[in-house]
């Protein structure tokens, strides 16, 4: 701040469990290109074939290239064209499966993070009681959750 004057009065630390994924090699050949085959229809986000892959940088890149898309679409001009879907993606079938060490349906669960007030955590309790450990009714994982008072 101004002269050095600017004091942190308030803060609060939320760690989100599973919020970053191990990117390993040779994972962007199965992440679509920004260009689709639906006419008008672009793809944007860090999940979308870039270089810097889950990151605020990814989704910047993938904008970027995303409006480059449009724009030379609008110009007439040809673009970088479509990722070519590989065969052994299109052609397996997938089935769904339960997120591994997920405790609960709620946003938490899924590391949505939350700062909490002692009421916030009554009605969490109420709604998503698997987010708290078993044998400690009244504490929930300090990776998840922190209490304001």
């Known amino acids: 701040g101004p002269a050095g004057k600017a004091r942190l009065r308030k803060f609060a630390v939320v760690k989100t469990p599973r919020s970053v994924y191990a990117a ?10 920004q260009q689709t085959p639906i006419d008008r229809f672009t793809l944007a986000g860090d999940w979308t074939s870039q270089k810097f892959l889950g990151s605020m940088e990814g989704a910047v890149l993938a904008g970027k290239l ?3 898309v ?9 673009t970088k064209g479509l990722k070519a879907i590989r065969p ?3 052609d397996k079938v997938w089935a769904a499966k339960a997120p591994a060490g997920v405790k609960g349906q709620g946003a938490i669960a899924f590391g949505g993070g939350a700062v909490l007030s002692k ?6 309790r109420e709604n998503d009681a698997a987010q708290f450990d078993e044998g400690q009714p009244d504490k929930a994982p300090a990776a998840k959750l922190a209490t304001v008072a």
């Open 66 to 68: 995303a409006a480059e």
């Open 88 to 90: 052994e993606i299109a």
């Open 70 to 78: 449009v724009a030379d679409r609008a110009a007439g001009r040809p």
């Open 24 to 33: 390993i090699p040779g994972r962007n050949k199965y992440r679509p290109s």
């Open 119 to 124: 009421e916030g955590m009554q009605v969490l």
